[in-house]
C-alpha cells in the first residue's frame, strides 16, 4: 500500500479556485490508479474525479466536469486536483485514493490506500 497525504484545501469565496495535491509514499506510484472524493456533513462520500496509471484516462464526475480536472506527476509522486469556478456546494472534505488494481475507477471499493482528506470550503 501507499501512504497519502493531501493539501491545499482552504476557505475559498464562490467563483474562486484551489489546487489540492496528494503526495504518495512508495517508488511504485506510477502503477496505481488514482481518484478523488469527497464528503459533505451528513453526506456519504462521493466520487470527484480519477486518473488512470500513465494520465492518459481521466473521469470526472458530472457535477464537476467542467469546472474540475485532475492530473499526475508520476515523477514527483503526486496527483492534482484543480478546482475552478468553486461554488458552495463543493464544500467537503476531499480524499485522495489509490488502487493497486483498478485505472480510473469511480467506486469507492475499488481503493486499496486513502488519505486523511483536506477541508474544501466554499463560501457565498
Known amino acids: 500500500q501507499v501512504q497519502l497525504v493531501e493539501s491545499g484545501g482552504e476557505l475559498v469565496q464562490a467563483g474562486g479556485s484551489l489546487r489540492l495535491s496528494c503526495a504518495a509514499s512508495?517508488?511504485?506510484?506510477?502503477?496505481?490508479?488514482m481518484g478523488w472524493f469527497r464528503q459533505a456533513p451528513g453526506k456519504e462520500r462521493e466520487f470527484v474525479a480519477a486518473?488512470?496509471?500513465?494520465?492518459?484516462?481521466?473521469y470526472l464526475a458530472d457535477s464537476v466536469k467542467d469546472r474540475f480536472t485532475i492530473s499526475r506527476d508520476n515523477a514527483k509522486n503526486t496527483v492534482y486536483l484543480q478546482m475552478n469556478s468553486l461554488k458552495p456546494e463543493d464544500t467537503a472534505v476531499y480524499y485522495c485514493a489509490a488502487s493497486r488494481t483498478y485505472s480510473g475507477s469511480r467506486r469507492k471499493a475499488d481503493y486499496d490506500s486513502w488519505g486523511q482528506g483536506t477541508q474544501v470550503t466554499v463560501s457565498s
Open positions: 486518473i488512470g496509471w500513465s494520465g492518459g484516462m481521466k
Open positions: 512508495g517508488r511504485t506510484f506510477s502503477m496505481y490508479g
